[in-house]
C-alpha cells in the first residue's frame, strides 16, 4: 500500500503554470512525491539527464530545443510525462524596466512599465519568488490605455520573476528577473537574455560612485578581462558565452580622504543566451514579410522616437520620412523586431502651367562678343510694368568709358535726368544716339509724362571739346488744362574756348489749347538769336515738333548743328 501511494503522490508539476512558454523564458519543474528532501532522477524524451539530480529542475532559457516530454524517478519509481512546447515567437506585451537595474541591493524597489498595444483593460501581472506566487493588480484610471507604470514590493530573495497576463492568461507579457546583492559591486547585464549572434555588455557598478578606474571580468574556467573603466563588451556572442560571471572593480568614492584606491568584486551571476526567435524582415520599399512564420499573420509597423519605437497604427503602412522596423503578428504571439530601414518621403511640388502669372519667364541670350545681354522682364500673360532695356554694344576703341545713365520719374510726370557723356582726347569721335522712353502711365499713378527722343549731338574738328549737361525740366502742371505733360524750359547750351561766340537764351513758351484741335501741348513761339562778331555763321535751326495727339506726349527737339 505503502508503495502504491507513492507511485500515486509522484508527479512532475511547474508552478505557475505557464500556459504559452516563449523562447527566453525561465520556468522550474518540480518532482514531488509527497516528502521533502532526497534526489530524482530526470528524464527528457525518456533519456535520463545524468547531470540533473535535485528534485527541480530549472530550464532558462527556454528554446525550441527544450520542447519534449519531462519525467522524474524517485526510488525506483517514475512519474507520468510532462509535455513542453516551446513556441520560437515572443508574446504580443512587453515588460520593462522603467527605473532601477536587474541586480539591485537586497530591498531595494523598481518600477516596471507594461505595455499592449491593443489596451490592458482586464490585464494583471504575476510575482514568483521560488515556488510561491502571487498576482499583483493593475489600478488603470484609464481602461483604454495602452502603458502603465507599477512599483514592485521589497525584493527580498536572490531571484523574483514578473510577468503580466490578461484574464484568459493566453495573452500575456515576457518575464522580468529581478536579483539582489548585498555587496557594493554588482554585475549587471541587459534584464532580457542576450541573442546568440548580437552582442552582449556586462557592466561592473559600485553603488555611491561612478570613478571606477579599472575592471576585471571573470568567467567560470575562463581567463579573466581587464579593462579599463566598467564596461566589458563581447560581440558576435554564442550559447557557450552564456554561464556564470562575476567582476571586480577598482574605485574611489569623491569624499573620501586617503589617497588607495578601493577594490572589490560582486556576486556570481548567470548570464543566459538562446538562439534567436523568429525574426521579421523589412525590405527597402517597406515591405514586411516573414519567410519562417508558419500561420496567417498581419503586419505591425513601428517608428524610432529617440530610443524607443512607436507603432504607427494597426495594419498601417509608413507615411512620413524616419527610421522603422516591423513584426509579424499571429494572434497572442509575435516575432523579434525586423532590421531597420530609413524612409525619406520628398514633398511632391506641382509643376506650373504655361500661362501661370505668378511665374516669371527668364529669357537669357548668348552674349557675344563686345555685346552685352538684353533684358525683358515681361512674362506671358502678364501686363508690362516696367522698361526694356536695348543691347549696349561695345565699340572697339579700348579707351573708351561709359558713363552712368540714370533714369528718374517725377511723380508729376516729366522726363529722367540724364548725366553727361564725356569723351576726351579723342578726335572725330561719333556719340551714338541715346533714345530713352517714358514707362508707359502705371495705373494709380498721377504721372502721364511723355517721351522725349534726342537725336545725336555731333562734333567734328574740335579737340578736347566738352558738351554740357542738357537739362530737361517738366512744366508743373496748369491749372485748367488737360495736359499734365508739358515742353520742357531748355537751359542755355556754352561753348567755351571760342571767342566772340555768345548765344541766346533760346525760350520756349507754350501756347495754351487751340480750341478745335485734338493736341494738348503747344506750339513754341521762339525769340531771336542773336550772333554777334562771327562770320560765315549759320544761325542753327530750332524745329520743335509737336507730338501727335497723345495723351500727355512731349515735343520732340531736334537740334542741327552745322559749323562750317
Given at each position: 500500500m505503502t508503495s502504491g501511494r507513492e507511485l500515486l503522490l509522484l508527479a512532475v508539476s511547474m508552478p505557475p503554470h505557464l500556459k504559452s512558454i516563449f523562447t527566453g523564458d525561465l520556468f522550474y519543474l518540480y518532482c514531488k512525491d509527497g516528502s521533502s528532501g532526497g534526489t530524482a532522477t530526470w528524464y527528457?524524451?525518456?533519456?535520463?539527464?545524468?547531470?540533473?539530480?535535485?528534485?527541480?529542475?530549472?530550464?532558462?532559457?527556454?528554446?525550441?530545443?527544450?520542447?519534449?516530454?519531462?519525467?522524474?524517478?524517485?526510488?525506483?519509481?517514475?512519474?507520468?510525462?510532462?509535455?513542453?512546447?516551446?513556441?520560437?515567437?515572443?508574446?504580443?506585451?512587453?515588460?520593462?524596466?522603467a527605473t532601477g537595474q536587474p541586480v539591485m541591493r537586497k530591498y531595494s524597489k523598481v518600477l516596471l512599465e507594461i505595455e499592449n498595444e491593443t489596451g490592458l483593460d482586464g490585464w494583471s501581472c504575476i510575482v514568483t519568488r521560488g515556488d510561491k506566487t502571487m498576482a499583483v493588480y493593475l489600478k488603470l484610471v484609464d481602461k483604454s490605455a495602452t502603458s502603465f507604470v507599477f512599483e514592485t514590493s521589497a525584493l527580498i530573495v536572490p531571484e523574483t520573476i514578473y510577468w503580466c497576463v490578461k484574464k484568459n492568461e493566453t495573452y500575456r507579457s515576457n518575464q522580468v528577473i529581478l536579483r539582489t546583492t548585498e555587496k557594493e559591486v554588482t554585475l549587471e547585464m541587459d534584464p532580457f537574455p542576450a541573442i546568440v549572434g548580437e552582442t552582449l555588455t556586462l557592466t561592473c557598478l559600485v553603488w555611491g560612485t561612478n570613478d571606477i578606474s579599472k575592471s576585471v571580468f571573470y568567467k567560470h574556467n575562463s581567463a579573466p578581462v581587464s579593462v579599463k573603466g566598467s564596461n566589458y563588451k563581447i560581440t558576435e556572442i554564442t550559447e557557450s558565452t552564456g554561464g556564470d560571471y562575476k567582476c571586480e572593480a577598482t574605485y574611489r568614492y569623491k569624499a573620501q580622504t586617503i589617497e588607495a584606491s578601493h577594490k572589490y568584486d560582486s556576486?556570481?551571476?548567470?548570464?543566459?543566451?538562446?538562439?534567436?526567435?523568429?525574426?521579421?524582415?523589412?525590405?527597402?520599399?517597406?515591405?514586411?514579410?516573414?519567410?519562417?512564420?508558419?500561420?496567417?499573420?498581419?503586419?505591425?509597423?513601428?517608428?524610432?522616437?529617440?530610443?524607443?519605437?512607436?507603432?504607427?497604427?494597426?495594419?498601417?503602412?509608413?507615411?512620413?520620412?524616419?527610421?522603422?522596423?516591423?513584426?509579424?503578428?499571429?494572434?497572442?504571439?509575435?516575432?523579434?523586431?525586423?532590421?531597420?530601414?530609413?524612409?525619406?518621403?520628398?514633398?511632391?511640388?506641382?509643376?506650373?502651367?504655361?500661362?501661370?502669372?505668378?511665374?516669371?519667364?527668364?529669357?537669357?541670350?548668348?552674349?557675344?562678343e563686345g555685346e552685352y545681354d538684353t533684358i525683358q522682364p515681361e512674362t506671358e500673360g502678364r501686363k508690362k510694368t516696367g522698361c526694356t532695356y536695348e543691347a549696349l554694344k561695345k565699340q572697339d576703341n579700348k579707351e573708351e568709358v561709359y558713363h552712368t545713365l540714370g533714369e528718374n520719374v517725377a511723380s508729376e510726370g516729366g522726363d529722367g535726368g540724364y548725366e553727361a557723356l564725356k569723351k576726351e582726347g579723342i578726335q572725330k569721335a561719333e556719340y551714338e544716339t541715346l533714345k530713352t522712353k517714358s514707362v508707359e502711365k502705371k495705373p494709380g499713378t498721377r504721372s502721364e509724362g511723355g517721351d522725349g527722343g534726342y537725336e545725336a549731338l555731333k562734333k567734328e574738328g574740335i579737340q578736347k571739346a566738352e558738351y554740357e549737361t542738357l537739362k530737361t525740366k517738366s512744366v508743373e502742371k496748369k491749372p485748367g488744362t488737360r495736359s499734365e505733360g508739358g515742353d520742357g524750359g531748355y537751359e542755355a547750351l556754352k561753348k567755351e574756348g571760342i571767342q566772340k561766340a555768345e548765344y541766346e537764351t533760346l525760350k520756349t513758351k507754350s501756347v495754351e489749347k487751340k480750341p478745335g484741335t485734338g493736341s494738348e501741348g503747344g506750339d513754341g513761339g521762339y525769340e531771336a538769336l542773336k550772333k554777334e562778331g562771327i562770320q560765315k555763321a549759320e544761325y542753327e535751326t530750332l524745329k520743335t515738333k509737336q507730338a501727335e495727339g497723345r495723351p500727355g506726349a512731349l515735343s520732340q527737339l531736334e537740334i542741327v548743328a552745322e559749323i562750317n
Open positions: 527528457f524524451n525518456n533519456t535520463a539527464l545524468q547531470k540533473e539530480q535535485n528534485r527541480t529542475m530549472k530550464i532558462a532559457p527556454a528554446g525550441s530545443k527544450n520542447s519534449g516530454s519531462y519525467k522524474c524517478e524517485i526510488n525506483g519509481h517514475k512519474s507520468d510525462e510532462f509535455l513542453v512546447h516551446v513556441l520560437e515567437y515572443v508574446p504580443t506585451a512587453s515588460l520593462t524596466i556576486d556570481v551571476q548567470e548570464v543566459l543566451v538562446y538562439a534567436s526567435p523568429v525574426r521579421a524582415v523589412l525590405s527597402d520599399s517597406m515591405q514586411c514579410s516573414c519567410p519562417t512564420c508558419s500561420g496567417p499573420m498581419t503586419y505591425s509597423f513601428y517608428k524610432q522616437n529617440g530610443k524607443s519605437w512607436k507603432m504607427v497604427g494597426q495594419d498601417q503602412q509608413p507615411g512620413s520620412s524616419g527610421t522603422y522596423h516591423c513584426r509579424a503578428v499571429l494572434d497572442y504571439m509575435r516575432t523579434l523586431p525586423s532590421n531597420s530601414v530609413h524612409l525619406d518621403i520628398y514633398e511632391e511640388v506641382q509643376m506650373r502651367q504655361t500661362g501661370d502669372p505668378k511665374y516669371e519667364t527668364l529669357n537669357v541670350a548668348r552674349v557675344k
